[in-house]
């Protein structure tokens, strides 16, 4: 699917992203840096294991809220859908979203974080920060962070002023709109599964 593809792209730029802090516990900053650095460290390998990539993932499910992430990828779609067809969306939805992340990540070069600082008003945030590839392109990201049972979680991130959860509304809008809700779900299926092979190996 090459708009699905073309998104996990654009998220390549901006899952070296990360997380924000946990309230009481750590600046937003030294929280982002933290999680950043676990993932890093855990597939820093050219070919990190499966055991690996589902450690990471682990990471990447405490960072994100990939429920409200779906909701508001799915916006005037979710609320028709059932609790159960709301429950295997955001499963597929969070599968692209981390696959993109764990599977391009050495286009990111950790070692060149640029940490330009965070904001807190009640218990919303925002991380600024500047990553660069492995050619040294500069990139911009601000993460939306909100706290969730003690610690901060992303529900957006920002990459040169652009929502990656936007560019995913607009794509599965467009896709909705020209077929239908299931074909979304196929076509989201269909890229889970042509990346199976890889996760099971061990």
């Not at 450690?55 to 609790?83: C, K, N, V, Y």
């Not at 909100?146 to 959860?165: M, P, T, Y």
């Not at 239908?180 to 196929?186: D, F, I, N, P, T």
Request: charged letters at 25%; proline letters at 3%; aromatic letters at 8%.
């Amino acid at each position: 699917m090459r708009c699905l593809s073309a998104l996990a792209l654009t998220l390549l730029l901006a899952l070296a992203l990360g997380l924000a802090p946990v309230a009481q516990a750590a600046e937003p900053t030294e929280q982002l840096r933290t999680e950043i650095n676990q993932v890093y460290k855990i597939l820093q390998t050219p070919n990190p294991s499966a055991a690996a990539q589902r450690e990471a993932a682990a990471i990447l499910d405490g960072m994100f809220d990939w429920r409200q992430m779906s909701a508001t990828a799915l916006r005037r779609h979710w609320a028709q859908r059932t609790p159960e067809e709301q429950e295997h969306f955001i499963r597929l939805f969070a599968d692209l979203f981390r696959r993109a992340y764990l599977s391009q990540i050495h286009v990111i070069d950790a070692s060149k974080f640029q940490y330009l600082g965070d904001s807190v008003r009640g218990n919303e945030g925002l991380v600024k920060m500047k990553v660069f590839t492995a050619r040294g392109s500069g990139i911009n990201v601000d993460y939306n962070v909100f706290v969730d049972a003690g610690r901060w979680r992303v529900r957006d991130v920002r990459v040169e002023q652009i929502s990656l959860v936007d560019n995913y509304r607009t794509q599965f809008d467009s896709i909705i709109a020209k077929s239908s809700y299931a074909e979304l779900v196929k076509r989201l299926e269909a890229s889970r599964n042509r990346s199976a092979p890889e996760a099971k190996t061990d």
